[in-house]
């Protein structure tokens, strides 16, 4: 017989501190705590990493080094595990190719359909993949979209050519190309070019015809600068420099394809249609709508087809993602559509006495939406399987069989088992948890108010109507409304209208030697603190140059690779993982050696290292309650919110002239306690003169915004419009006042 729990004794992953718990096997676990507690460290890097290491080891070598690698965690025993599903926060990846239909098949089930029924016949699915060259448009090659000529931005008409007029790299005054337009005598070189004729400005553009029209004709081989910038540019072959890279994204811009209008497709796969529509016009419509049509088709040939396409899209009408289309590019999804796309598999398989893992699945959703994801996470397991979440989310809290709280603070003050229980019982518990849920925060009774009006204009992008609005300056504001409303469109028109300085969750660290360290530029302050007191040069006191241990060349362990079977990652025995030499380890500072300041918290740097510069650049980041974060943590290893928070330290830094800030929802990864330390960051950068712009879900933080535009009413079609800009005091009647005011009414408190 099954064992009844998942027993975990003598946990110390991470900051786990010998954490010992039994979880019910079949049952739905939420586990909460404060940001960095160690919550992540018991679910993810402990539970999930010991199952799925001892589901590969069941596999042949071969099969072992193309499987994900598990790092085995620190556990003194570990019992009653399942093979492991992991749906995570990270963003689909992918690149232009990749679609909501391709990344949950259906669009490989819909092409099947119109290979078999649809009229005229084309051929084969493969006629129908923009993926294929059997199908793929020839003008774009599947992608959608041409690379064309940003005109616009070539030409600076105030100036002359002899002033740097011709604004593309290359073409500056004194050059081989700037000679063959100021030199051949069809120009003036010295005049404006807002002062040349329609006919002259055309002629430098483009040359052919309008050169041809000039009074005084160039020579036969002229070209115009947009045919140079082309040629050389956008019609070669060669591998790109980083800048000619740079050129390109400057001064070009992506248009719909000309030829087939953004289906991908060639002109065969784009005639064929099934009830009467093309698959380009099935790929435009909304899932809901899809799903209903497919239902119509009664072709008995095709029925199992038909049946498993319909299948898999009601499965994302579930999860709440029905206003997407299957043409809509993974590269634009949220974090948490991403998480809610990758559970579409799941919702339809039969597996069983599965160990199915969470993080933060309600990310991205607003209120009004989450009852779609519990009702998800219950479905999982009354059909046998153990689910585990890590949330933060009262709602989701309540549904669960069973609270785990881990804490009770971050990082050395984490890592300890301080609850477990049911929901109601950790309401009158003294934790973290229990005192954050017991407070509300009331609507913010005097904003702010505001130095003016940034207006962003007629905007039309994805499901935007035209929209119209002012966002308040030197401000905080917050875009709300349900997933899919356009709160994400907005926020990218506010920022392609004025420019602004874009804090998201994309991770910061492109390396294993990314830390918080070398992120804040605090790495060349310690080495210049320990150089001053050892005498030796400070670059001794770097794991990337004269210090660094030779064996590992600074990294603390070394790979090995065994060909086929998995590469081993061991610590190096020469320095033991410290990474340094042993006459650089022997220097220390308050008895702490350079190696040591790596595992100190920012926390503790900032009361052991006696360095205005350091505590300087590491005041911001404890500022954005990132305290707990060691100093030699490998940035690869963040969550997206706490990159998020990493980029708004530095920008509190970094700051000087008042700017426009947008941010996209900076509560994820966030315990409800840590939520007030977040505004007040929010707050300082508004009382510096900024102009702060928030994307959120987060009812405390809306609660304390001075604005809030709220769109919808719905997603998708059904939402795209402006239903309230004002003080949040006063919103009433839509699904974001039935969130902040109750269910019971939709009008604000009188109190408020």
């Known amino acids: 017989m099954s064992e009844r729990t998942i027993r975990i004794r003598g946990a110390r992953t991470n900051n786990l501190k010998s954490v010992d718990v039994d979880l019910p096997r079949g049952g739905l676990t939420v586990l909460v705590g404060v940001s960095g507690s160690g919550k992540s460290s018991l679910v993810f890097d402990t539970i999930a990493a010991e199952a799925g290491h001892q589901l590969n080891e069941t596999f042949p070598p071969f099969a072992r080094n193309r499987l994900p690698k598990w790092t085995r965690p620190e556990v003194d025993e570990i019992g009653g595990l399942s093979p492991v599903v992991l749906v995570d926060q990270r963003r689909i990846g992918g690149n232009a190719r990749s679609t909501v ?45 041409v690379v064309v000529s940003a005109v616009d931005r070539f030409l600076d008409l105030d100036r ?51 050169a041809a029209r000039l009074g005084t004709r160039p020579p036969a081989d002229y070209e115009g600068v947009v045919e140079r910038f082309e040629r050389i540019h956008l019609h ?96 634009s999804l949220s974090g948490g559509e991403s998480q809610r796309i990758k559970t579409v598999r799941h919702l339809g398989s039969s597996l069983v006495e599965m160990l199915y893992v969470f ?17 998800l996470l219950e479905q999982l397991r009354d059909k046998g399987n153990t689910v585990l979440v890590v949330e933060h989310d009262p709602a989701v809290m309540a549904v669960a069989d069973q609270i785990v709280e881990i804490g009770p603070g971050a990082g050395a003050d984490g890592g300890r088992l301080v609850f477990q229980g049911a929901f109601d019982e950790l309401r009158t518990a003294r934790t973290p948890t229990a005192a954050a849920l017991a407070r509300r925060t009331p609507a913010k009774a005097e904003p702010r108010e505001p130095a003016g009006v940034i207006t962003v204009k007629d905007a039309v992008r994805n499901n935007l109507r035209q929209v119209t609005v002012g966002i308040p300056a030197e401000v905080l504001t917050v875009l709300t409304g349900v997933a899919g409303s356009g709160k994400s469109s907005l926020a990218a028109e506010l920022v392609e209208q004025h420019g602004a300085v874009v804090i998201d969750q994309r991770p910061v660290g492109a390396n294993r030697r990314s830390t ?5 530029g605090v790495a060349a302050a310690v080495r210049k603190l320990f150089a001053g007191r050892s005498g030796l040069p400070a670059k001794h006191f770097s794991a990337n140059s004269e210090g660094a241990c030779p064996e590992c060349e600074g990294l603390g362990v070394i790979y090995t690779d065994l060909a086929f079977m998995d590469g081993r990652e061991t610590v190096c025995e020469a ?35 006696p360095d205005p510069a350091i505590r300087k650049a590491l005041h911001h980041l404890e500022r954005v309650g990132l305290g707990y974060l060691r100093l030699g943590q490998p940035l690869t290893t963040l969550s997206g919110g706490e990159c998020q928070r990493v980029k708004i330290a530095k920008e509190l830094r970094d700051a000087a002239e008042p700017s426009l800030y947008v941010l996209d929802e900076p509560t994820t990864g966030l315990h409800l306690s840590d939520v007030d330390t977040l505004v007040g960051v929010l707050d300082r950068l508004v009382d510096q003169g900024h102009t702060v712009v928030v994307i959120e879900h987060d009812l405390d933080v809306i609660r304390r915004a001075d604005w809030l535009v709220d769109l919808g009413p719905g997603p998708g079609r059904h939402g795209g419009r402006v239903l ?19 269910a019971a009414r939709r009008q604000p408190p009188t109190t408020a």
């Open 359 to 375: 993080d933060e699945p309600t990310v991205g959703l607003h209120p009004h939406d989450v009852a779609s994801m519990t009702a």
């Open 575 to 609: 320095c033991e993982g410290r990474r340094f030499t042993d006459e650089v380890l022997r220097h220390r500072v308050d008895g702490l050696s350079i190696a040591d300041v790596d595992e100190l918290t920012i926390a503790d740097a900032l009361r052991r290292l």
């Open 160 to 210: 002359s050519l002899a002033e740097g007029a011709i604004l593309v790299p290359g073409f500056g005054s004194g050059g081989y190309w700037h000679s063959r337009y100021a030199d051949i005598g069809s120009f003036a070189p010295e005049t404006p070019l807002r002062e040349w004729t329609k006919d002259e400005r055309l002629a430098l553009l483009y040359g052919g015809e309008h």
């Open 236 to 331: 070669t072959a060669d591998d790109l420099s980083d800048r000619k890279r740079e050129t390109i994204a400057r001064f070009t811009r992506s248009e719909t394809c000309p030829e087939c209008g953004g289906e991908r497709l060639n002109g065969p796969a784009r005639t064929a249609t099934v009830l009467g529509r093309t698959i380009g016009e099935l790929a435009r419509m909304e899932i809901t709508e899809l799903a209903a049509l497919v239902e119509r088709v009664d072709e008995p040939a095709v029925a199992p087809v038909a049946a498993a396409l319909v299948e898999r899209l009601r499965a994302m009408v579930t999860i709440g993602l029905g206003y997407l289309h299957l043409g809509r590019a993974t590269t």
């Open 516 to 520: 918080p360290l070398t992120y804040t």
């Open 724 to 742: 309230y800009e004002g003080p949040v005091a006063h919103l009433s009647g839509t699904a974001t006042a039935e969130a902040l005011w109750g």
């Open 101 to 145: 239909g391709t990344v949950t098949d259906a669009w490989t089930y819909l092409r099947l359909l119109f290979s078999r029924i649809g009229s005229p016949h084309v051929g084969e699915s493969n006629r129908f993949s923009f993926n294929d060259p059997a199908g793929m448009c020839p003008a774009c090659s599947g992608l959608g979209e």
